[in-house]
Structure formats: C-alpha cells, structure tokens
C-alpha cells in the first residue's frame, strides 16, 4: 500500500484494533452487531423495570404506588423505549449480522455509515432517557397526540426531549436503512439472485424499504410538532387555522409501516429458523416473499384504522377497514407456509424453534384480535381499551421478541462461538411464554369489560381486580423469565466451551459456512452461488436432482489457500462516533432544558469537523 | 491480484456504483419528506384565520425569475458534469461553479422574499399559511444551500493543476460575480437614489469583459485527461442530488405560486 497524503484532523487508526479503542472506531459490521445487541439489551430490562412499575401500579384498585404524573411517563416511556430503542436495534443487530454474512459479502455497502447508525442511536437514546435525570420524561404517549403535546397544555420539557430523541433515531434509522437496501441491492456474492436470497434478507430488504420511506414523514411530523412548541407555528393550533387530526395523519403514515419494521424482521428469522429445524426447505419461498412484499405495500394504505373513533367519515373507514383487512391474507399466507414447513418435516426440538413454534401460534392471537379491530364499529368499543393493548403485545411480545429470542438462540454459537445453555434455555422459555400469557391475555378480558388504557387507576368494585392481579404476576413472572435468560448468557460465556462448529445445525445458508465467530473478513473466498440454500446442496449434493431436476453441477471447488493479508478489510475510523456526537449535542442544543444556542454551536462545530474529517478520510476498502 | 477490497468498487451485483444508488434511495426518501411538506401545504390551503393571504402577499414575477435562475443552474450542472466526465477538469469545475453561483443567486431570492414577507406582516407564527409556507420553501432552501456547499467544496478541492489554471477561474468566477452585481445595480436605478448610471454601467462591463477574457484565456485544454477520479464520480452524486432539489422546487411553485396564488380568506 502506498501512503496518499490527505488533509487529516485525527490520523486514522489503520488496523483491526483491540480493546476499548477498537470498539470505538469499528466498522466491522459484526462488532456494529453485537453494539446494537447489548445497547438494546440494557434498554429492554430499563423499559422491561418501566412495565413492571406499571403493572404494580394496576395490580390493585385505588392504588398510589406511583402519581398519575409519573404513571403517564412511565407507559410513554415505556412504549417508545420498546419501539425505538429495543424492538428495532435489536431487528438492527441481526440486520447487521447476518446481512453480510448471508448474501455472501465481506461487509456492508457503507461500514463508516454503518457505525454512524449505531453511535446516532446510542446518543440519541441517551437524550430521550436523560428527562428521566431531570424528572421530566415526556408524558404523552409513543403517539404524541396534539393537541396534549402542544405547549399551552403540556408546557414541560419532556415531549420536547421526546421529539429531539426522535429525531436523532430517525436519522440513525435512515442511514442504516440506505446503507442495508444498497447491501442488499449491490452486494450479493456471485450468482446468488434475488429469488435465491433467504426469507430473512428478503424481509430485511422489506423492511428498509419501509424505513427509507416511512420515516422521513415522522421527521416533518416531528419538525412541524417542534416549530409549533419552540416557535409558535400552528400546524397543530386551531386557533391559528391548524388542525390537530393533521399529527394523527401524519403520525400513522408513518405509524403504521413501522408496525410492519418491527414485526417482519422477526418474521424473516422465523423463516431461517423453522427450514433448517425441520430439514426441509421453506415451503412456499416464493409466496412467502410475495407475501412479505405485499404486506410492505398495503401497510401504506391502512394508517387510518388508528383513527375509525376520530370521525372521517364513513367512506374513509369502509376504504380503510377494507384494506386493514386484506392485510391479514399475505400475513395468513405466512402462517400456513410455517406451518407448511413443520408439516413432515423431521423436527428436531430445541429452544430456537420453540421459540419460533411459539411466535407462530401467539402472533395468530394477536393477528386474530388485530382483525377485529379492522371493523369501525367494533373498533369504536375496542378503541382506547386493554383489549387493544392485549393485540399489540401479543403481536410485538409475541411476535417480535419471541421471534427475535429465536434468532438469538438460533445464532448465538454463530456470534460467539459458544451455545447457550439448552436447559436453562428451555426454562427462560417455558418462564417467558407461560408469563407472558399471564400478563397479557386476561388483557382481551379487562378490555371488552371497558377497561381504559393510559389511565393511572381504576375504581373497586368494577370486576377488574382479580384479572390485574393475574396480570401484574405473569409480568414479575415474565421478569424472572429474563432474568433467567441473563444467566443464561452469563453461563454461555463463563461456563460453556468455545467449541461451535462452522456448523452446528445443520443449517442451509451461507453463514454457516464460516467458522464460528466469523473471522472479520468473513469469507476466505467469497462463494459462488448455484441455488436458493446453496449451502444446503453444497452439503447434500445428491439432494439437488429431487429438487431441481438437472444433475449435480457443482465440481469439485478446489480450497485455494488465501493469504489473509491480502484480504483488505476497511480500516476503523473516529468519526462516525464524533459524528454521532455532533448531530446529538447540536439538535440536542435546541431543547430549552439543556438549550441554548451555545449548546448547538459547539454540537455544529463538531458535526462540522467530524463531517469534514470523514469526507476526507482515504476511502480503502 | 494484490489487494482484495472487501467492499469492492469494480464489483456490484447490479453494475451500479454503491453511492450512487444509495443517492437514489435517499432520494426516494427525500421524496417523502417534501412530500409530507407539500401535503401539509395542500391541506391548510385556505385554513389561515388572519391575512396575509396568498394572494396578497404572494408576488409571482419575482418568483418566476429566481425560479428561472435556478433551473438555468441545472443547465449549469450538467455542463460541469459533461466536461468533468470528458477529463476537462478546468471547464468542469468552472461551471460547476457557476452551478453554485446560480444556486446562491436563487437563495439571494428567497432570503429577499422571506425578509420581505416578514416585513409585510407574514412570519410562520402570523397565521397557518404562514407556517407552511416558511417550513416548506425554508427546508428546500436548506437543500439548495447544502447543495451549493457541496458544488463549492468540489469546485475547490484540488481545483486545477497549475496555479494559473486556479488563478484564472476565481478570475472568471470573480467576473460572474461583478456582472450579477453590476445588472442588479441597473435594476435599482430607481430604488437607490444618486447611484448614476454611468457606474452601474461601468460594473456590468468590466464584469462580462472579465468573464469573457478568463474564459478565453480557460479555453486552453487540460494537461491530459487523465482517468476519472472518485472525487470527480462524486460530482455525478451531487449532479443528481441538485437535479432532484430543482424538480421539487417546480412542483412547489406550481403548488404555492400557481395553484394557490389566489387563495385568500378561509372558505368557511
């Protein structure tokens, strides 16, 4: 290599470094991986504490353990901790995981921008948290409604540190969005076409296409909401001519298509996991992609079924209720092609696919309840109910966190080298699903038996006691279940061997075709792709005339030694994290809290500095 | 093969180049953002309680030019394109420049609406046109200034290869500058009192003798056209980032300046 002379602020570290530093200036998309994991680790069990604060706060009637004040921060927090900063960091690490590690590449399109992603989170996750420091979390729900976020009636700081946070995760979630789509898009080793990719990059693909597009509308939401509170615009305002039905427009355009980021992720590991456990290939792959398309495309076209009690009309909400519920046929479609995959199959049972088998049996639940909600007039008596909040959990307890402990079981010998405990396993399993029932289901009662949502108390005397009660348990219940979990990874590292194999399961897709961990250049050669689960018929070649018709065309690959030190990995670099740093204290300047213009200059100065460092940097790699 | 590069330039599954589709799909995503702008625009029209309306405020000549400038800068940028992408480093950067200048020009405009709005009376907290209006034009200047950094900080990273070559395009650029100056001197004959012609005049002239004798002297072809650099491939990224900011700005002016440029007190 010879030396370019650029203009340079830091000198950048230029090799994979170890320690402290080395995480600081990754951009290895492994390491970006396990970062997203753990940060949105330690926010699961802070909004996991959240819940449970709630959940003690209704075990009874008439109960004072928390102020309704704080009550109100505690389930907006806890919502959008969950949302933003668990459920889709945690889709984010496997993104990053496996993305590269599946289509066959060496890393992602934009390594730097990658690790901006993740450092933009983290800070961004930071601020929100922090008007938890000044007693002032934001109190309005994930969903804002104006005219409850407006200054004349919530003059405090926290829905101002709710937009903000917002924001900077918006930003992290497009980058990464951008940077995944043109991954996917232009990275694919060698033959590998896109009906030959797996279910999961298929629903990743989905996924961020649904980000790129969805999020710059709650971006201007967020802007118009922030002008209306620091600077007297009327977006919001009726006195000024604005309206306030505009932010729940606004608010479910994008809503809505998040529902889907949070649940398909989730869907595409349980299409990686139910194959490879089953021994048989996905059944349906092409519906099943279709399907996910498909779901993709009409969550665009349903945001108004938040809104069947606002009073749009009865054309509005037939039009709307009829889309609502022509999304539960592709998302039907996949249940029967998971059930179509168990079905024969020699199944050998372990954690991983019952979490999977779990996923599919209580997003059904969720999926059942969710179509009842599709019809207006069943929606008006539904509508601000426990009964809407039994639907989403079962959807996004049920299915996306079921879905994505999947994965973690699924891919943890992957990532680590190390299994988790299979025992303890089974028990965080058994723990979680058994709570996680307790807690939720008798939800679906308390709802149509009226029970409002979002508030503080309920009167006695109301029938309500005893199924809270139930509730409150299964949710402690559900605490030890994670708990148990958290020794589990405990144990796996201190107590369980280093012994995984390249391939512990038997599994179908090029990851497993690696050692485990993968080195950081991943592929010693990158793979030339034949067929959909190449990995699958490399290993079974005598499988390929059954499924394909034509004889074996794989010859023999000849394993070419590769001088490692040829394989040239992107060097890590400081300013993705002084980027992130930049962006967060400049926006962050201008919440009246922490505000003042001083604040946002020195946030620019950096920014600036940072962004001209990075544009600087010798692109190698 | 001494190098493999994990995320190889020669080699993309679509032939594509990485940044610049993801310049497409941000852009599809920017889509969304004016979209959203625009659509809240569309749906407060006629909402305002109080005046100033469109129609009394809203001053399409004006307008029309400056959105003249800006689409003549598209010209401009496909201009600089074409001679960066034929190895004409010297002519490329010159109109790149000329992009930025015209996209500067464009900004002089808006930032001369805004202050004049604000004097009549309309700033985004008067009423909800006001709002929309400022968010939605203010946002796309924002694009057009990042924009015309960009443009600026490509047309000046390792300008050209002689100190002459550098010289006679900040000559060239300078010129540009002193005839804009010199006509809108002319335009303000009757604005500004005791300014006499005769200066006004002198300004323009020297401005175009300028632009035409750098120009004539820039005329000379590169060094040698060498093989296109990234840096240079990145002027195709910043061409289409200003393309699509243009293609927004005509949709907002027929949205604001033609559809609703008689729009007046609420239809309630």
Request: aromatic content about 16%; hydrophobic content about 50%.
């Amino acid at each position: 290599m010879t030396t370019i002379s650029y203009p340079t602020f830091i000198r950048r570290p230029n090799e994979y470094a170890s320690g402290i530093w080395g995480w600081l200036t990754t951009v290895d998309h492994k390491r970006i991986g396990t970062l997203y994991g753990v940060t949105a680790f330690i926010w699961f069990l802070i909004a996991g504490i959240e819940a449970i604060l709630i959940r003690i706060q209704l075990s009874q009637p008439e109960m004072s353990f928390v102020t309704p004040e704080v009550y109100n921060q505690l389930f907006t927090m806890h919502g959008t901790t969950m949302i933003f900063l668990v459920v889709m960091p945690l889709s984010a690490a496997f993104f990053n995981w496996l993305v590269p590690l599946q289509i066959g590449a060496r890393d992602v399109a934009f390594p730097r921008l990658n690790a901006f992603s993740y450092w933009a989170f983290l800070f961004g996750g930071i601020l929100l948290n922090f008007s938890w420091l000044i007693g002032d979390a934001p109190n309005a729900g994930w969903f804002a409604y104006a005219p409850n976020t407006g200054v004349k009636f919530n003059p405090s700081n926290g829905v101002t540190f709710w937009i903000i946070g917002l924001q900077i995760l918006g930003i992290a979630s497009l980058a990464a969005g951008f940077n995944f789509f043109t991954t996917i898009i232009n990275m694919r080793a060698p033959g590998m076409t896109w009906f030959k990719l797996p279910v999961f990059i298929w629903m990743t693909a989905v996924v961020n296409v649904l980000i790129v597009l969805a999020f710059p509308v709650i971006t201007v939401a967020l802007i118009q909401l922030q002008f209306d509170r620091l600077y007297g615009t009327g977006f919001f305002n009726p006195a000024m001519g604005g309206d306030p039905v505009m932010w729940q427009h606004m608010f479910w355009l994008f809503g809505h298509p998040e529902v889907y980021i949070l649940i398909l992720p989730a869907m595409g590991i349980v299409s990686e996991v139910l194959p490879t456990f089953s021994r048989k290939p996905i059944f349906g792959y092409s519906f099943i992609v279709f399907s996910g398309i498909a779901i993709g495309f009409l969550g665009w076209f349903v945001w108004s079924h938040h809104m069947f009690t606002v009073g749009l009309g009865p054309a509005a909400n037939a039009a709307f209720s009829v889309s609502t519920m022509l999304i539960a046929v592709p998302t039907g479609v996949k249940i029967f092609n998971w059930i179509g995959t168990l079905w024969g199959g020699s199944i050998k049972v372990n954690t991983a696919l019952l979490f999977s088998v779990a996923f599919i049996g209580m997003f059904v639940i969720g999926g059942l309840s969710g179509v009842t909600h599709a019809s207006p007039p069943s929606d008006a008596q539904q509508q601000d109910t426990y009964y809407v909040v039994a639907h989403f959990h079962y959807v996004l307890f049920g299915g996306s966190l079921l879905g994505l402990w999947s994965g973690i079981y699924y891919w943890w010998p992957k990532f680590t080298g190390r299994f988790l405990n299979e025992k303890l396993g089974l028990w965080h399993f058994g723990i979680v699903l058994l709570g996680f029932n307790l807690t939720f289901f008798p939800m679906h009662w308390l709802g149509l038996d009226g029970m409002p949502r979002r508030v503080a108390t309920y009167p006695e005397g109301m029938g309500w006691d005893v199924s809270n009660l139930v509730s409150t348990m299964g949710s402690l219940l559900l605490g030890v279940g994670v708990l148990i979990f958290i020794y589990n990874i405990i144990y796996s590292n201190l107590r369980m061997p280093k012994n995984a194999s390249n391939d512990p399961w038997d599994g179908r897709t090029l990851e497993w075709s690696i050692p485990s961990p993968p080195p950081h250049y991943n592929f010693d050669v990158i793979p030339e792709v034949k067929y959909r689960d190449d990995f699958w018929y490399k290993k079974y070649p005598e499988l390929v005339d059954n499924t394909h018709g034509g004889g074996s065309d794989y010859e023999d690959q000849e394993n070419h030694e590769v001088d490692h030190a040829d394989i040239h990995m992107p060097d890590p670099s400081y300013y993705p994290l002084f980027l992130g740093l930049g962006l967060t204290v400049m926006v962050g300047g201008l919440i009246p809290f922490t505000g003042h213009w001083v604040v946002s200059a020195i946030g620019l100065i950096i920014f600036i500095w940072s962004f001209l460092g990075w544009s600087y940097e010798p692109v190698n790699g | 093969m001494s190098n493999i590069s994990a995320t190889e330039d020669h080699y993309t599954s679509t032939g594509v180049d990485n940044r610049k589709l993801m310049m497409w799909i941000f852009l599809g995503s920017d889509c969304l953002f004016f979209g959203s702008f625009i659509s809240t625009y569309l749906v407060y029209r006629n909402r305002s309680l109080v005046g100033p309306y469109p129609n009394e405020i809203l001053d399409i000549p004006i307008t029309t030019v400056s959105t003249f400038v800006l689409l003549m800068s598209s010209l401009a940028m496909v201009m600089g394109l074409s001679y960066v992408q034929q190895g004409r480093q010297v002519l490329g950067r010159y109109w790149t420049l000329a992009t930025a200048l015209l996209g500067m020009v464009f900004l002089g405009f808006q930032v001369f609406e805004f202050t004049h709005f604000a004097h009549v009376g309309l700033t985004p907290r008067t009423n909800i046109f006001g709002s929309t209006f400022f968010t939605m034009t203010g946002f796309h200047g924002a694009h057009v200034t990042f924009g015309v950094i960009w443009l600026l900080i490509f047309a000046f990273s390792r300008l050209a290869s002689s100190f002459r070559q550098k010289m006679l395009i900040f000559a060239s650029f300078l010129s540009v500058v002193i005839t804009m100056v010199g006509i809108m001197m002319t335009e303000t004959l009757d604005v500004i009192p005791h300014m006499p012609f005769s200066l006004a005049m002198t300004v323009t002239i020297i401005g175009i003798l300028g632009t035409i004798g750098s120009l004539y002297l820039l005329r000379v072809p590169d060094t040698e056209p060498e093989k296109i650099s990234k840096e240079e491939e990145n002027l195709e990224l910043a061409g289409l980032y200003w393309h699509f900011v243009d293609i927004v700005w005509i949709v907002i002016f027929t949205v604001v300046y033609l559809v609703s440029a008689k729009d007046g007190a609420p239809l309630l």
